[in-house]
Nanobody, 124 residues
Framework: QVQLVESGGGLVQAGGSLRLSCAAS????????MGWFRQAPGKEREFVAA????????YYAASLKGRFTITRDNSKNTVYLQMNSLKPEDTAVYYC?????????????????WGQGTQVTVSS
């Protein structure tokens, strides 16, 4: 079992930045692909970014590439999402997720482990 806890969400003005963190505990290891997803009110959960176990390979939603950056520090069992030039439409609950078998994929059903989410609100 893997437990994931997100932090770093909050209220920020448009154009600002936030860095989300996801701390993993339990059966952790650098073999897990980690991803970030988000869900806005009334919308489906959508893929944001994923990073391979080694941290070498990354995969982004096309619409977010260039503004968001995913990284990981395996010595700290932590994954990060740096979000820059934030827009009101980035407002959502952001979830960290992990998968042990499927690699860099965007489908939420491929991820076995999920955090509880952290709220990000971008004001205009």
């Amino acid at each position: 079992q893997v437990q994931l806890v997100e932090s770093g969400g909050g209220l920020v003005q448009a154009g600002g930045s936030l860095r989300l963190s996801c701390a993993a505990s339990g059966r952790t290891g650098s073999t897990y692909t980690m991803g970030w997803f988000r869900q806005a009110p009334g919308k489906e959960r959508e893929f944001v970014a994923a990073i391979s176990g080694s941290g070498i390979n990354t995969y982004y939603a096309a619409s977010l590439k260039g503004r968001f950056t995913i990284t990981r520090d395996n010595s700290k069992n932590t994954v990060y999402l740096q979000m820059n030039s934030l827009k009101p439409e980035d407002t959502a609950v952001y979830y960290c997720a992990g998968n042990s078998r499927r690699g860099l994929v965007a489908s939420s059903t491929s991820y076995e482990y999920w955090g509880q989410g952290t709220q990000v609100t971008v004001s205009s």
